[in-house]
């Protein structure tokens, strides 16, 4: 599939939501074009450090996301919502003219369940994370009626998301489809 990219510093995984400020005029054309098409949008990590003008700051795995969700803001800026599908690899980049930039993109698979004392210790981490919704309500709103907090994959991926893990650490973690390394990763964070 060729699909746009939003690059951000900040990212989501797939069953994640994520409201994004639409203002630059490549991106309102580019959800202008998603929505007439359904196709969707990938959303990618950015290595800060590296070449933008040779697209090297976008780093190998993205999201996949459809709009779900879209609204005026109070500074007359388009707000969307989009919602995580899956996981992508990003190749061929080419750069339009306005700057939008489009990838190729491959789904990737991830790894279907965690081990069996994953399972059963999910339960502190979902704790953990409902009192992190408590705190910080705007994220608890995104997902008003559709929180998997008894979902071992739901919520190792919220929490990779909400946490300050660098987007190097994160491509890492995606990559290996390893669920059991991220829970173990996180379990020592959060205990």
């Known amino acids: 599939m060729k699909l746009?990219?939003?690059p951000l510093s900040a990212h989501i995984f797939p069953e994640g939501r994520l409201s994004l400020r639409v203002f630059e005029p490549r991106y309102l054309r580019m959800v202008k074009e998603?929505?007439?098409?359904?196709?969707?949008?990938?959303?990618?990590?950015?290595?800060?450090?590296s070449d933008k003008s040779t697209n090297q700051h976008i780093l190998p795995v993205g999201t996949w996301v459809?709009?779900?969700d879209f609204s005026q803001l109070e500074d007359g800026l388009l707000g969307?919502?989009?919602?995580?599908?899956a996981f992508v690899s990003i190749?061929?980049?080419e750069t339009?003219?306005?700057?939008?930039?489009?990838?190729?993109?491959?789904?990737?698979?991830?790894?279907e369940s965690t081990d069996v004392q994953a399972q059963h210790d999910?339960?502190?981490?979902?704790?953990?994370?409902?009192?992190?919704?408590?705190?910080y309500p705007e994220l608890g709103q995104l997902y008003e009626g559709e929180a998997k907090f008894e979902c071992p994959r739901w919520v190792?991926?919220?929490?990779?998301?909400?946490l300050p893990i660098s987007p190097e650490q994160k491509q890492d973690f995606i990559q290996s489809k390893s669920l059991n390394e991220v829970y173990h990763y996180l379990h020592q964070l959060v205990q």
């Open 4 to 6: 746009p990219l939003f």
């Open 34 to 49: 998603v929505c007439q098409s359904g196709q969707g949008l990938v959303i990618c990590m950015m290595d800060e450090a």
């Open 66 to 68: 459809e709009i779900c």
């Open 80 to 85: 969307i919502v989009v919602k995580g599908k």
């Open 91 to 93: 190749s061929d980049i």
């Open 96 to 111: 339009e003219q306005d700057g939008l930039r489009l990838g190729h993109c491959e789904l990737l698979t991830q790894e």
């Open 122 to 135: 999910i339960a502190v981490l979902s704790k953990r994370l409902k009192e992190l919704f408590g705190i």
């Open 156 to 162: 190792l991926y919220r929490w990779m998301e909400v």
